[in-house]
């Protein structure tokens, strides 16, 4: 059963109708990148989520998105706007090594402003130290 439903998954993918950005169990599904307090480097655990919207990105031209940079509460408001737009070049920075174009791509930082919730400890914190991938149309 495992195997039908791979295939026919990836064979669907390029028919009318079949979104691979929408499949739960294509990785293009995944639109968040997580980052180490007060960091901008894209970690090892999210370089095959990039890479694979990247290569979206190259196979289909006419697509379009954009990066939303995103920091918790902790900084200034500066400060947490910077590094919102650090996070969101770093993620378009991975994507443009396997291709994806600028014209493709923008990026924007929230900073704090799109903070999830009131957090206390670093595990809530975290949630909100991401950038988040968004196709144009969605």
Request: aromatic share 6%; charged share 30%.
């Amino acid at each position: 059963a495992a195997d039908g439903s791979a295939s026919t998954g990836a064979a669907s993918q390029d028919s009318v109708g079949a979104n691979p950005l929408k499949d739960p169990n294509n990785i293009l599904s995944k639109r968040s990148v997580f980052f180490d307090f007060d960091k901008d480097e894209v970690k090892p655990e999210y370089r095959a989520l990039v890479e694979a919207h990247g290569k979206y990105l190259v196979a289909n031209p006419n697509a379009k998105l954009s990066i939303q940079g995103n920091a918790d509460s902790r900084g200034s408001r500066e400060y947490n706007l910077a590094l919102g737009q650090r996070r969101s070049v770093a993620v378009k920075k991975a994507m443009n090594v396997v291709g994806a174009q600028d014209k493709q791509i923008e990026t924007v930082s929230y900073g704090e402003e799109k903070s999830t919730q009131t957090c206390k400890d670093d595990g809530c914190w975290s949630h909100d130290r991401r950038a988040d991938i968004v196709y144009d149309g969605e």
